[in-house]
Every structure is written in C-alpha cells, then in structure tokens.
C-alpha cells in the first residue's frame, strides 16, 4: 500500500490500525455500517481481524440497511460474512419501507422496500431474523432512508445504555468531494478530541472513518493480502474490463450506479443466450461503448451469442455480425458488412435532412 509522505514511513493500513485502536480503547458501543460493497466490506474485515487478533472479549455491531432489491452476490456476500462471523457479530439487518431515492421514474421520487402491501411482489423473502418498522419505536412513513440511519444511531446508543457510540463508516475522499470535504473542512467541534477522521453526529455519539485516505488499490492490495472476502461481483466487472474507479455495487435504482446497472444485466447472464431490450439507452457516450466492448468479449471470450435491439445505428455496425433491419412489413437479416452496403439502410434515409454514409457507417446531415 502506498505510502504517506506526510506522516513519515507508515502506510494506510497502519494509521487506520492505530485509529481502531483508539475507537476501541476509547467507546464502549461500536458498530460497523455495512453495505456490502467494497469499502464498507474491507472495514468489516479489519475490524472484524482487530478484535480477533487482539483476543478482545467485545461483541461488533453490524448495521445492514437491506433495501429488498439488490444484486444476488451482494446479498450472498452479506449473508457469508454475517454467518462466518456470528461468533462476534451483533446484527441490526434491517429491513424497513423508509423511503428511498430512485431514478428508475418518471412519475415517483421515491420507492419503499419491504411494503407490507405489496408483499405478493416482494423480490425476494424477507431474511431470517431481520429487523421490522415494528422493533423500531421511532419510525415513521415521511422517513428516508438517511434519515432512519441518523435514528438508528441514537436509537442503539439509548439501547446499549452506552456511554460513547462510534458508528464505523466506509468512505474515502478520493471518492468524491463531499466526501473529501466531510473530513477536510474546519469543525474542530464536530470532533471526537482532535481526531480529524471522526464527526459527532450526537450527545456522545460520533461517525469514525477509519480508512479515509485510502485509495481504491489500497482496498483490494488489503483484500489480497489478507484473504479478505469480498463481493465477487466485483471480479465480474475487472473480468469486463471496467476501470477500478468506475466499478458500482451501490443500490441499482440511484442515478449513480445506473452505468454498473446495465453492464450488470450482461454480466450476471450464466446462459449461453442473452437478449437485451436497448442496452444502450441511456447511457453517456463513454458508457455506450464500455458496454458494447464487453458484449463483443462475452462473445468472444466466453462464446456467448447475443441478440439486443438498438436505436444506435453506430454501435450495430461495429459491433455486430449480422444485423436484422426492420423496414416495416419487411425484415432483412444480413451480415453487418453486407448490411452496410445493400442499400437498406440508405432507404430508411429518403428524406431531405438526413442521409447514411456507407464509407463511414454514418449518418450525416444534409
């Protein structure tokens, strides 16, 4: 791991191991929140690998907010570490129908998980031993789903009769700005002492950010060498080709993980077949072509045959073998070569405004 020039020869791994120590030499209730993404994910690890090592006879909480939809080796990477660690572990998964953002409607802001009526279109069962709006006295149905998190922490700091609550959180600045800002900016009385990596959110309760300055090769340096587990759908996304910095596990419905959404529907595929309506939609131009690179290697790689119906002419003809041109009654299917030049496509193109270039594959304005 790299290291800080800025605070002599020690490296990432080692400030975040002096910074649990202070968090668990110095607060009696300590939880975890975990998404089961990669940062949260090597948080758990680490602390999970503290305790173990050290032989502390402490129990670590573990806050699981389930939002009912999510990607299938998400939920099987929180169910394995829960299980393999319920020695140590309290779990808080809960499963509550606070509100939540979503970008998938155009006529709703927000959605709601776990709705009790409208249990018969559950994606999935509600886990064993999850946690209802009933075991939560301070719910109620205007809430978001932030919201319930800066409850819950008070909520549990009132529960465990504590008398300082750290609630572990897994974000980086090299993430964002907001997030850099969170810890940068000047608040030295929104800080436990003079700890900069920690934010009272609360009478003795306060946010810790054990692994701030940390770079994304640091997370999985961490996890390689330490044979940490870690969410797999991560391996399919390094196996596509998808950069680092640009890899999503987040809840499919925000805007941020919409790119990681329509690369997960070609990925997660275990058929020799996939069809897809519109891939493509939606997406920047850099996206668009991210994911007509990993179709053409699913193809070639793994031997898969794909059919996707497109509006972008460019991506078919580059892309495809053969392409099939509805030209309503008629259907023409011929390979993408032949397409280009069997004036078909220039036939779609009659008008006055526009016109396709069969030398470049284009259309070009008259």
């Known amino acids: 791991m790299g290291k800080k020039t800025i605070t002599g020869t020690k490296n990432v791994y080692e400030l975040a191991q002096e910074r649990l120590k202070v968090i668990f030499n110095e607060f009696d209730n300590i939880y975890v929140s ?25 129990r670590l909480g573990v806050f699981h907010m389930d939002y009912e939809i999510q990607y299938k080796m998400t939920i099987d990477y929180v169910d394995r570490i829960l299980e393999a660690n319920k ?12 509100r939540v953002s979503t970008c998938t409607s155009m006529y709703q802001s927000f ?24 075991d939560f006295p301070f719910y109620n149905t205007t809430m978001w789903d932030y919201e319930f998190q800066m409850r819950f922490a008070q909520w549990l700091h009132q529960k465990k009769d504590a008398v300082r609550t ?8 090299q993430e964002s700005f907001n997030r850099w800002r969170c810890i940068y900016m000047s608040r030295k009385f929104q800080m436990y002492h003079k700890y900069r990596w920690t934010s009272k959110v609360g009478n003795d309760i306060y946010n810790a950010y054990p692994i701030f300055d940390w770079k994304t090769t640091d997370v999985w ?7 940490w587990d870690y969410n797999v759908l991560y391996d399919l996304y390094y196996r596509a080709g998808v950069n680092l910095e640009r890899q999503r596990v987040a809840s499919p419905f925000i805007n941020e993980a919409q790119e990681s959404l329509a690369l997960y529907r070609a990925l997660a595929q275990d058929t020799p077949v996939i069809l897809l309506d519109e891939p493509t939609a939606f997406l920047d131009l850099p996206n668009r072509y991210e994911l007509a690179t990993l179709l053409r ?30 030209d309503t009654p008629s259907l023409h299917h011929l390979p993408a070569g032949e397409m280009v030049g069997s004036g078909l496509i220039e036939r779609l193109f009659s008008g006055e405004n526009a016109r396709f270039d069969p030398e470049t594959r284009t259309v070009r304005l008259r």
């Open 221 to 227: 340096t961490a996890n390689g060498k330490f044979q």
């Open 166 to 173: 750290c609630c572990l959180i897994g974000i980086r600045t």
């Open 111 to 134: 959605w709601r998980p776990w709705e009790d009526n409208k249990k018969d279109i559950w994606v999935r069962s509600m886990p064993k031993k999850a946690m209802k709006k009933e």
């Open 297 to 326: 290697r699913l193809t070639r790689d793994e031997g898969k045959c794909i059919l996707f119906s497109t509006h972008d002419l460019d991506v078919a003809l580059s892309l495809c073998d053969s392409v099939a041109l509805i």
């Open 87 to 98: 020695d140590i572990l309290d779990v808080y998964r809960v499963c509550v129908p606070f």
């Open 34 to 58: 975990f998404s089961g993404g990669k940062d949260s994910g090597v948080l758990l690890n680490m602390c999970i690998d503290y305790i173990r090592r050290n032989n502390l006879k402490i």
